[in-house]
Nanobody, 123 residues
Framework: QVQLVESGGGLVQAGGSLRLSCAAS????????MGWFRQAPGKEREFVAA????????YYADSVKGRFTISRDNAKSTVYLQMNSLKPEDTAVYYC????????????????WGQGTQVTVSS
């Protein structure tokens, strides 16, 4: 069992930056691939970024590539999402998730989810 707690969301103007954090507790953090997803009102949850257990491989949705960076600190059992050049369309609840095995870019296979943190980008 893994518990995930996100933090760092908030209100920011377009063009600004935020850094989300997701602290994990429970089983060994390095057993898990970590992902960030987001869900805007009335829309399905969508993939944002993922990182392998070692941090050596990262994956991004086309919509955030070049603006967002996922990273992890295994010593702190924490994964981060640095979000730069934010746009109003980035407004959503952001969730971190954990899965065993290979990295995935869909919600399927992610076994553990945080409660989410709201990101609002004003124009």
């Amino acid at each position: 069992q893994v518990q995930l707690v996100e933090s760092g969301g908030g209100l920011v103007q377009a063009g600004g930056s935020l850094r989300l954090s997701c602290a994990a507790s429970g089983r060994t953090f390095t057993m898990y691939t970590m992902g960030w997803f987001r869900q805007a009102p009335g829309k399905e949850r969508e993939f944002v970024a993922a990182i392998s257990w070692s941090g050596g491989n990262t994956y991004y949705a086309d919509s955030v590539k070049g603006r967002f960076t996922i990273s992890r600190d295994n010593a702190k059992s924490t994964v981060y999402l640095q979000m730069n050049s934010l746009k109003p369309e980035d407004t959503a609840v952001y969730y971190c998730a954990a899965k065993g095995g290979v990295t995935a870019t869909t919600t399927r296979g992610y076994d553990y989810w945080g409660q989410g943190t709201q990101v609002t980008v004003s124009s």
